[in-house]
């Protein structure tokens, strides 16, 4: 099983990133995706999500207006689009799967264990 997160970087402020989180070794529609981000020295926090059983979403209220997730099946990646990046954006950025059949996107997914885990992609904002 892995989950591979790509596309992180430096962006200046108000820039936009496109992260993926490409999964493999398990069945995609059976998993909600989450995307965690952290800085070092601060508890880690839920983003967003999806629900591949149905494709719905959620985005955490804190990056709503500017944070999108998709997903592509014939690829197995799940997307976060990342728009008007501000400075505290700044973050090593996770994603992660959570075997949940019948799952609809939704802020609980992201207070779950979460089963897999990628390595984790750095997103510098600077100002």
């Known amino acids: 099983v892995q989950l591979v997160e790509s596309g992180g970087g430096l962006v200046q402020v108000g820039g936009s990133l496109r992260l993926s989180c490409t999964v493999s070794g398990f069945t995609f529609d059976d998993y909600a995706i989450a995307w965690f981000r952290q800085v070092p020295g601060k508890e880690r926090e839920g983003v967003g999500c999806i629900s591949k059983n149905d494709d719905s979403t959620y985005v955490d209220d804190s990056v709503e207006a500017r944070f999108t997730i998709s997903s592509d099946n014939a690829k197995n990646t799940v997307y976060l689009h990342m728009n008007s990046l501000k400075p505290e954006d700044t973050a090593v950025y996770f994603c992660?799967?959570?075997?949940?059949?019948?799952?609809?996107?939704?802020?609980?997914?992201?207070?779950?264990?979460?089963?897999?885990w990628g390595v984790g992609t750095q997103v510098t904002v600077s100002s």
């Open positions: 992660a799967a959570h075997q949940d059949w019948g799952a609809v996107a939704g802020p609980e997914i992201l207070t779950y264990e979460m089963d897999y």
